[in-house]
C-alpha cells in the first residue's frame, strides 16, 4: 500500500559500508594470529587461519556487491555515488591484500623466513594492524556528521582521518625497516625477494587504509 | 419506499467504504514522517491520526457540500433527479474502485482528484463533453507539478536553514533552542492560516485576507513564545538534544496534517452521498446540499477505521524504512507540505497532500539531508497521479451507463 513514496526511501548504504568495514576490521584479528604461526612455523593452523581469512574476504566482497547494486540510477545521496563506491574499493582492497599477503607467505615454508626478521615482521604487521582498525570508527563518526551537520562532528571524524594518515605513515616507516635489515643479511636471492615482497604487500594494506581515508574525506568536503 | 431504503443503504455501505480506502490509503500523508522520525510509535500514531480524522471531519468538515465536486462540470446535468441519483452512484462507486484498486496496486494515488475523475465521467456520460468546465480541468493539471515543485522548493530552503542556522553551528541546542520559537511560529501561522483558508469551518468565517493574518500572527506569536519557554524548561541537552526539540514540534505538525485532512477529504466519501441521501429524501436536489452532522461523524468513522485496519501496514513499513529521516527533515517535510496546501488552495487549485509529501521528502533529499532516496520511483508515481483522472472518469462512465441500463 502506498509503496511507491515510501520506495523513495531505500536502505542506507552507509549501513552496508559499516557492516563492511566491521568485517575488514574482523580479519585483523585472524590476521595477527596467522603472522605468528607463520614466524613459529606453525603450519597446520596457519593454513586453518588461511581458510578463515579467505572466508572473510570472500563475506566482505558479498557486502561490497550488495551495496553496489542496490544503489539505483535515479538515487540522491548525502555523498555522491561514485565517491562511495570508491571508498569501497579501497576498503575491500584492504581486505584483499589481507588475504594477499597470507597466500604470499603460504608459497614458502616459515621457517625460511629469517629469524632475525621476525621482530621486524610483527611490528610491521601491528602497526597495519592499527590504521585497518580506525576504519569502522571513521565511517561511523563520517555518517554521524550527515545526521547532524555540526562543525564539531566533522572535526571529529576529521581527526580519526588524520590519525589513520600518521598510523599509515609509522606503518611506512616500519615497511622501510624490514626491508633494510633484509638487504643488510647475508641471504639468499630467493628468500631475500619472499621478504621484501611481503614486506610491501603487508605495506600495502595499511596504503588501501589510507586511501579510504582519502576517500572520506572527499566526502566530508563541502 | 422499500426500493428507496435499499438505494440508501447501498449510499451508505459505498460512502463507508469510499472513507475507509481515503483512511487507508491517506495516513501516510500525515503520520510518515513523524513515525519514520520515531517521534511518536505506530500504535499512537494510528490512535492519534483515528481520532483527529474524525475530530476533523465532524467539526471542521464541510456542512454544506457541492454535488459537483470542484465545480467542475455544468450543473444543469444535476436537474433531473434520475441522473443525479445514477450520477452519484456512479462516481462514488467509481472513485472508491479507482482507489481500492491503487490501494491494492500501492500506487499513491489522490482521493479528491479520483473524485474529480469520475465526477467528469459522469458529467460526459450524461450530457457529453460540453459540461466539463476544462479551464478548472486544467488547474487539476497544473497541480500535478505546481504542488511536488512547490513543496520541494521549499523542504529544501527550509532544511537548508535549519542546517545554517542550527545544526552547523557549535553550540547547536542553544541555537535550536532561539531558533526554534520562529519556527514553530512560522508553522503555526501557516497552520492558522491553512485553517481559515483551507478547512470549511474556515470559510464560513469568510475572512479578508489581512484579518486573516492578523489572527494568525498573533496567535502564532503567543503559542510559540510559549512555546519557547516550554522548551526551554523541559527539553534538556543531554537527554534530548536539538532533534529532541524537532520531535516535539514535528508531532505538532503531523497532528495537523492528520486533522485537516479528515476535515478536507471527508467530503469526498460524503458528498455524494449526502447527494443520495437527500434524493431519496427529499426527491430533489440542486448545486448544493446540507450535509446533516450524522454523516459526517458517519464518513470520520470511515476514514478512523480505514487507518486503523489498514493504515498500520502502510505506517508498519514506514517505521523500517524511514528510518532516516529524523526530527529536522521530518518538520521540514511536514512544514512543506501544510504550506503547499494552504497555498495551492487559496489560488484554488485542487492539491493533494500526497503530492506534496512526495515533494517535500525529495526536497530534503535534494538538500542532501536523507542518507538515500530513489528518485525513478517520482516517474511511477507520476504516472499515477496523471492516470487517476482518466481511469476514474472512465470507470464512472461504464457505470454510469450500466445503471442507466438497469434502472
Known sequence: MRMPFLSLFMTSPFDGMQEHAEKVKECTCSFKQAIKCYATNDNANLELLKKEIIDMEGQADKIKR????????????????????RYLKEQDNVIDAVEHSLKWMSYRDGKDFPPELQDNLIQLVDSVIEVIEELPGMI??????????????????????????????????????????????????????????????????????????????????? | MAQEYYVLIFGYILGFYMAWNIGANDVANSMASAVGAKAITLRQAIFIAGILNIVGAVFIGSHVTNTIRKGIIAGEVMNDPHVALVGAF????????????????????????????????????????????????????????????????????????????????????????????????????????????????????????????????????????????????????????????????????????????????VANAIGPLAVIYFLVKTGGVGTQVPVPIFLLLFGGVGIACGVAMAGSRVMDTIGTKITTLNNTRGFSVDFAAATTVLIASKFGLPVSTTHAAVGGVLGVGLARGIDAVNFNVIFKIILYWILTVPAAAITSIIIFNILNFIF
Open chain 1, 66 to 85: 550488495r551495496v553496489r547494486e542496490h544503489i539505483p540510477k535515479g538515487a540522491i545521496m548525502p555523498v555522491d555515488k561514485f565517491q562511495l563506491f
Open chain 1, 140 to 222: 561511523f563518526e563520517t555518517r554521524k556528521y550527515f545526521k547532524t551537520f555540526s562543525n564539531d562532528q566533522r572535526r571529529v571524524a576529521k581527526n580519526i582521518i588524520r590519525g589513520i594518515r600518521a598510523k599509515e605513515h609509522m606503518a611506512d616507516i616500519e615497511e622501510d625497516q624490514l626491508k633494510q635489515n633484509a638487504f643488510a643479511l647475508q641471504i639468499d636471492p630467493t628468500t631475500l625477494f619472499h621478504c621484501i615482497k611481503l614486506a610491501e604487500i603487508i605495506g600495502s594494506i595499511a596504503d588501501h587504509a589510507e586511501n579510504a581515508a582519502d576517500m572520506t574525506r572527499a566526502m566530508l568536503a563541502r
Open chain 2, 90 to 265: 456512479s462516481a462514488l462507486l467509481a472513485a472508491a474502485l479507482w482507489v481500492s484498486f491503487a490501494t491494492w496496486k500501492s500506487l499513491p494515488v489522490s482521493t479528491t482528484h479520483s473524485i474529480v475523475g469520475a465526477m467528469i465521467g459522469f458529467g460526459i456520460a450524461a450530457g457529453g463533453f460540453s459540461v466539463i468546465q476544462w479551464g478548472k480541468l486544467g488547474a487539476v493539471v497544473a497541480s500535478w507539478v505546481i504542488s511536488p515543485v512547490f513543496a520541494l522548493a521549499i523542504s529544501y530552503v527550509m532544511f537548508r536553514f535549519i542546517v545554517k542556522t542550527i545544526l552547523s553551528k557549535k553550540n547547536a541546542f542553544e541555537s535550536a533552542i532561539r531558533v526554534s520559537p520562529w519556527l514553530i511560529s512560522l508553522a503555526l501561522f501557516i497552520i492558522v492560516m491553512s485553517f481559515l483558508f483551507k478547512t470549511p469551518f474556515g470559510k464560513t468565517l469568510s475572512l479578508g485576507l489581512g484579518t486573516a493574518c492578523l489572527i494568525s500572527l498573533s496567535i502564532a506569536a503567543t503559542i510559540s513564545a510559549l512555546c519557547g519557554k516550554l522548551i526551554k524548561r523541559f527539553v534538556k541537552k543531554r537527554r534530548h538534544g536539538v532533534e529532541g526539540i524537532f520531535r516535539r514540534i514535528q508531532i505538532g505538525t503531523s497532528c495537523y496534517v492528520a486533522l485537516a485532512q479528515g476535515a478536507n477529504d
